[in-house]
């Protein structure tokens, strides 16, 4: 028995030289900076040797730890671990729990393993939704963290409650929450944004993940991190794991090594790209903007000056109108005014113009607003003008009615009505709170002519006469808008 254990230690030396060789062969070449490995095959290692399932999930934890030295020895900075999925609870509740309970007991184990932890300066983070764990689980996870929270030369991240679907729903949300407080713009949330708030962030990409038990799938495990990684699926289950595998992984990433960084290096030219589109597009989005209100300003502009000129037409076409209407009735009201009123001192209003039988329509002073103030006081100059031109008709209409009293009587017995002639247009214009009347004879004992009192000015709403109505056979009236 004691040449059996000096072969051993002999044989371990040599193993420790031949495995500190390869190390420096394998360290010549890229090393991954970040590895990940899916634990898969406790339970099928423990059925395999007859022995609890509690046993295997043990045995997978001591491999943890050598797996996790070998990294150190490689020179890998971040290493992560699948060791609980939140799909996971759906298993037997026994063995949640006694799953839980060997969790707790490890992860305290793990402070005591000075000569891994803290010798190498190794980072332990218990990563995802840990609310869901038990209480003292979540004490002993927060008690490592805590204890390692200043060691900074390499990151041993441990999946516990983890999907890698939890993970980006939690950091969208956690944007989500920074724009909403404004410490973010919403245009600025990028692929980087969201990536700085996974579990894993200060952590490079991962480079290499490994699977084990011959599985050959993620199982929603760092789908985000693996975007660009060599993936591995060993037929090894996690306890029997060895160097040599872990060996075999290395040379295989080694050897793809050239094309995964070919990919990359697409991806960020693709993804720098993509950012000069954005903002070219953003760009192209602004000047579209800037040239759409200034077609809109200029649109307005010359939709202002058509109206301008719509309403010169309207106003010159009234005033035919008037004049043409005015030399076919018989009996019209007259409106007097005082003539020391100027008529350019008469504020804008709207003119309701009836022809025959159409409703009166109404000419807005809305429609007027023009941006110069040159087209606002040349409307009011149309406007005031052919005010003018109506209290003039209605003047000479009063005074061919007083001269002639007579004359009307005669031809009121036959069928056909015919007018004064209208006389010179007199220059005198109306004014406000004038009372206009006439006295003319009377046919057949009814008044063609009553006496009506215009408001054009103080106390009326607006200045003008506003619609000619043709009511009655003989009398024709004039009315304001109210």
């Known amino acids: ?108 184990d793990l402070l005591c393993h000075k000569d891994i932890i803290n010798t190498n300066q190794v980072q332990v983070r218990v990563i995802g939704n840990l609310s869901l764990l038990p209480v003292r689980v979540q004490q002993a996870a927060n008690q490592v963290m805590a204890a390692t929270s200043h060691h900074q030369q390499c990151r041993l991240n441990i999946c516990m409650a ?14 989500h929450r920074q ?90 030219a693709s993804q720098a790209r993509m950012s000069e589109d954005v903002m070219t597009k953003s760009c192209t989005v602004l000047q579209d903007s800037s040239s759409l209100h200034g077609l809109i300003d200029s649109q307005a502009l010359s939709g202002c000056a058509a109206a301008n000129a719509d309403l010169e037409a309207e106003n010159g076409k009234a005033s035919s109108d008037r004049m043409s209407m005015a030399s076919t009735t018989d009996v019209t009201d007259v409106d007097t005014s005082d003539s020391s009123a100027s008529s ?15 409703p009166p329509r109404l000419v807005s002073s ?35 009615y007083a001269a002639n009293p007579g004359d009307d009587g005669d031809e009121l017995g036959t069928d056909t009505h015919e007018e004064p002639e209208i006389s010179e247009q007199s220059d005198e214009q109306g004014s406000s709170q004038e009372t206009a009347s006439a006295a003319l004879k009377m046919r057949n004992g009814q008044s063609v002519l009553q006496s009506r009192t215009l408001h054009a000015g103080a106390g009326c709403e607006h200045a003008l006469p506003t619609c000619l109505n043709r009511r009655k056979p003989y009398c024709a009236q004039i009315d304001t808008v109210d």
């Not at 090393?31 to 634990?39: C, D, N």
Request: proline share 3%; glycine share 6%.
């Open 179 to 268: 724009v909403a407080e404004g410490g973010i713009v919403a245009v600025d949330v990028t692929a980087d944004t969201i990536e700085q708030e996974l579990y894993t962030h200060g952590c490079p990409p991962v480079d290499l993940l490994i699977r084990t038990s011959g599985e050959h799938r993620l199982s929603d495990f760092m789908l985000w991190q693996s975007r660009y990684a060599q993936l591995v699926f060993s037929n090894t289950l996690w306890p029997d794991y060895s160097f040599w595998d872990l060996l075999q992984a290395l040379v295989q990433y080694q050897r793809n090594y050239p094309d995964l960084e070919k990919i990359q290096q697409m991806a960020k």
């Open 162 to 175: 983890y999907t890698s679907r939890q993970e980006m729903a939690q950091a969208v949300h956690s944007v």
């Open 344 to 358: 350019e001192s008469r504020p804008a209003s709207p003119v309701c113009v009836s022809r025959g039988s159409s």
């Open 366 to 400: 809305t429609t007027l607003r023009h941006r110069g103030e040159g087209d606002k006081l040349d409307c009011l100059k149309k406007r005031q003008e052919a005010a003018a031109c109506w209290h003039g008709i209605e003047y000479q209409q009063s005074q061919a």
């Open 1 to 108: 028995m004691f040449y059996f254990g000096i072969l051993y230690a002999v044989a371990a030396y040599v193993w420790e030289v031949i495995k500190k060789c390869l190390i420096a062969v394998l360290r010549a070449g890229p090393i991954p900076k970040h590895l990940a490995f899916i634990m898969d095959g406790n339970r099928r290692f423990a059925r395999k040797q007859g022995l609890q399932t509690i046993i295997g999930h043990q045995q997978g934890y001591l491999k943890l730890l050598d797996a996790l030295q070998w990294c150190l020895d490689l020179g890998v900075e971040a290493i992560t671990v699948y060791a609980f999925s939140i799909d996971n609870f759906r298993r037997d509740p026994r063995e949640v729990a006694a799953l839980m309970c060997l969790a707790e007991e490890k992860l305290l």
